[in-house]
């Protein structure tokens, strides 16, 4: 049984991988491209985590997965049309099916009652009057990978007659006494060799399905009436642990580390080399293997990127049943979600994008009553985007609905005491509002916004990972939420400053632009927050040293430099540094990992010189600056110089 | 007092112990818990930490606070001059490095040898030391590092 269980993540993973491949067969024919391939895809998908569930003896799983498998069969013998309604059954059981695996997996049990719901549904269907014969025995494409031409290489395939129906096993009492049997399709009526298999070919077995597909045509019929199909056999894959490949990306930062010691030593000591020749010769080696790390890198990069399809495609569930909720009819497109990004990141965007579709068909789609009298279909639309965008990934989240109801979100806020009531807010300022922690639009407490998140969690989860959320609204036409987030979570571009003796990175992504102070610029207010006059308006200054504690409040602001950055909010700031010295692609490292987050630093990495370097949280440092109230921290020597250990010894 | 369940302060127990010297006094880890023992280099002070974290200091990668035991116990008599040095300890599932003057001995405890530390001893120290061992002539303190955990997850002093 050790065998067994060391598989079962692997089983579940492939259930994973099929439960997303049966969604996008499914929407596809939802959109109308029924051709075989793709139900054959969604059968498919159903029979592997049957058969997988099969070996694990999960037969609650199975027995779901062989009624949705044999309704499945109808639809691929030609016997059902994919008419809308009865698409609607088979998502309706793709959610079934998935939360039968989470069940197994040790998630939430699966609703009894819906999951045999939904099998009397799928049991009916084939019931249901018979359809025309489609094209079905015209094309020889079509011809499933488990019809008998459909071995793999190094197999005959022999095909036995027998008296009775022995392909499905049940017909066999004796055979049930001395073996575990889980059922084959009945209707399906050819070899179950695919059950047979021992589970650990399972991955194998899976693998090596689609290449045996496409060679089908060549055996089973008129080449002519077939289309040309391209053998195009899929990639080859394995299964990695992700622990090992995160080793690997550890390793590479060392590497980078390593490589940049290696340029500061060279840099320090080029002069001093004799002979020019040798120099440049050293150089041009040096140059070569800073880019050959640099390319490393990014192939370990791609290793750990992952296309966002798992992500998108779990969205088509949550608007799915959302929209049964909110009794609102929506569509959901996704597009570009072959944009790939950072497996950390992947993880990590469920949440926020369900509650941000959530919120899309809560309060951006209208009711149906109301878009008909607009003049827009009935069905709502939102369309769920990805694109690489200059270094960065952007998602967009595009309704058709109403738009944000300004006066209303405006009225919400000052009831909230968010603003108050004479503030005098931009559009944008009011649409951002629905950020602000404490509101939400939701009068009425419904199943939807009942969860207890709010758009301020969301916009905090986004802001986790490094991103920025806005919006644009457009009343009668719609919304859209526009993430934009870093591709990785585990390298970025630092600016290094130095500050109070300190070196210090800044992400090179807030830093608008960078200046050397000049003193007429400088305009203090009472309380010791000097302001400064850029291009005509007037932005707080913050020294960083002294934000920090590492040094007290200077006044000399001579041979000091100054960092515009922007917070996510689109205001601006300067950072009042030492020195710039220099940019470069840093490894990020999280303190807390082994000591606690502390306010202020966001992460922390390793220089070419071995020093560690603090990541500056920016918006934190402005928010501390900002807030007198908040800044205890930064009151504290962060020093434990002799002083203060001096001073803690009275 | 059931002085086995003092020593368990330590969370690990292997009967044996690394002692070190801060300033004039001995204390020791128990020996499963320290990783290695490195010498001194110069931290990155991390803003807002008690006094007692030195800041951080790269471990071939890893990125350790160091915690300056000087400080934490209020050790009052001169710093040597680079004469430090880290010894790397598991506390809980993390790492953190305890800054001391110099590493002395590995010695064999047992359980008869430990005592209670006298409830005259109070203050913020007190949970820090679990027991004390007397040993040839010396006192050497039990160094409580779930004691040091749950300092560091406190706010900051």
Known sequence: ?650 | MNTEREYDGNSRNSGKVISFAVGEQEYCVDILSVREIRGWTEATPLPGTPPWVRGVINLRGIILPVIDIRVLLRIGSERPVSREVVMVVDIGDKVSGLLVDKVSDIIDVDPAMVQDVPSSVTGDTSGIISGLIALDGRMIGILNLDSVAEQIMEEAV
């Not at chain 1, 405006?410 to 559009?427: F, H, T, V």
């Not at chain 1, 109070?500 to 200046?515: F, H, K, N, R, W």
């Not at chain 1, 082994?594 to 949280?617: C, E, F, H, M």
């Open chain 1, 1 to 650: 049984m050790d065998d067994l269980d060391s598989i079962r993540p692997i089983f579940f993973e492939e259930c994973a991988e099929q439960l997303t491949e049966l969604e996008r067969a499914l929407a596809r024919l939802e959109n109308g491209e029924a051709d075989h391939d793709t139900v054959n895809a969604a059968f498919r998908a159903v029979h592997s985590i049957k058969g997988g569930a099969g070996s694990f003896g999960m037969t609650e799983l199975v027995r779901f997965a062989h009624i949705f498998e044999t309704a499945l069969d109808l639809l691929r013998s030609g016997k059902i049309t994919p008419a809308p309604s009865v698409l609607q059954i088979f998502l309706h059981a793709t959610d079934v099916l998935s939360d039968l695996t989470a069940a197994e997996q040790g998630g939430p049990a699966a609703d009894p009652q819906r999951t045999e719901e939904c099998g009397k549904m799928l049991e009916a269907l084939s019931a249901m009057p018979e359809a025309e014969p489609a094209q079905k025995s015209e094309d020889p494409a079509e011809a499933t990978p488990e019809a008998d031409d459909g071995v793999p290489d190094g197999f005959m395939p022999v095909r036995f007659e027998f008296e009775e129906d022995l392909s499905d096993p049940q017909n066999i009492p004796e055979l049930s006494e001395g073996f575990e049997i889980f059922s084959d399709s009945p209707a399906s009526g050819n070899m179950p060799h695919a059950e047979a298999e021992p589970p650990a070919e399972m991955a194998k077995s899976v693998r090596s399905e689609s290449p045996c597909e496409t060679k089908t045509p060549v055996l089973s019929g008129p080449v002519s009436k077939a289309p040309v199909v391209p053998v195009t056999a899929p990639p080859a894959s394995i299964r990695v642990d992700v622990a090992r490949i995160d080793r690997v990306m550890d390793l590479v930062g060392e590497l980078v580390i390593g490589q940049s010691a290696l340029r500061e030593a060279f840099d320090k000591n080029a002069l001093s080399i004799p002979g020019e020749s040798d120099s440049s010769t050293l150089s041009d080696a040096m140059n070569a293997i800073g880019q050959l790390t640099r390319d490393i890198q990014d192939a370990v990069m791609a290793v750990r990127a992952q296309p966002l399809r798992t992500v998108f495609q779990r969205m088509q569930r949550v608007v799915r049943e959302t929209s049964l909720i909110a009794k609102k009819r929506v569509h959901l497109i996704t597009e570009g979600e072959d944009t790939e990004v950072d497996r950390t990141l992947i993880e990590r965007l469920t949440d926020p994008l369900t509650h941000m579709l959530r919120n899309a068909i809560d309060h951006g789609i209208e009711p149906e009553e109301k878009r008909i009298a607009a003049g827009k279909p009935a069905e709502g639309t939102i369309t769920l985007s990805a694109a690489h965008r200059s270094g960065r990934i952007v998602i967009t989240i595009k309704d058709d609905g109403g738009g944000i109801n300004r006066e209303r979100v405006r009225a919400i806020a000052e009831k909230k005491g968010i603003i108050s009531p004479d503030a005098n807010l931009s559009d944008a300022d009011v649409d951002n509002l629905i950020f602000a922690p404490g509101f939400s639009t939701s009068e009425t407490v419904t199943d939807l916004s009942g969860r207890g998140v709010g758009m301020d969690v969301v916009k905090q989860a986004i802001q986790d990972l490094g991103g920025r959320v806005s919006i644009q609204s457009e009343a009668g036409k719609g919304s859209d939420f526009i993430l934009s987030l870093p591709l990785t979570l585990a390298v970025m571009d630092g600016m290094l400053v130095t500050a109070a003796g300190q070196v210090l990175i800044l992400p090179v992504s807030c830093i608008v632009e960078t200046m050397m102070i000049d003193r007429k610029n400088i305009f203090p207010v009472a309380d010791d927050m000097p302001l400064m006059c850029v291009r005509g308006s007037f932005i707080p200054m913050i020294e960083i040293g002294s934000a920090l504690g590492f040094s007290s409040v200077s006044k000399n602001w001579s041979d000091k430099v100054v960092l515009i950055v922007e917070d996510d909010d689109g205001r601006t700031t300067a950072l009042v540094a030492d020195s710039i010295d220099g940019q470069m692609q840093i490894v990020i490292k999280a303190i807390e990992t082994n000591y606690r987050p502390i306010a202020g630093v966001s992460a922390a990495t390793i220089l070419g010189s071995g020093q560690v370097a603090l990541i500056l949280d920016v918006p934190a440092v402005i928010a501390g600056a900002g807030k007198p109230a908040d800044i205890s921290w930064v009151k504290q020597t962060g020093i434990p110089s002799e002083m203060a250990a001096a001073e803690s010894m009275i």
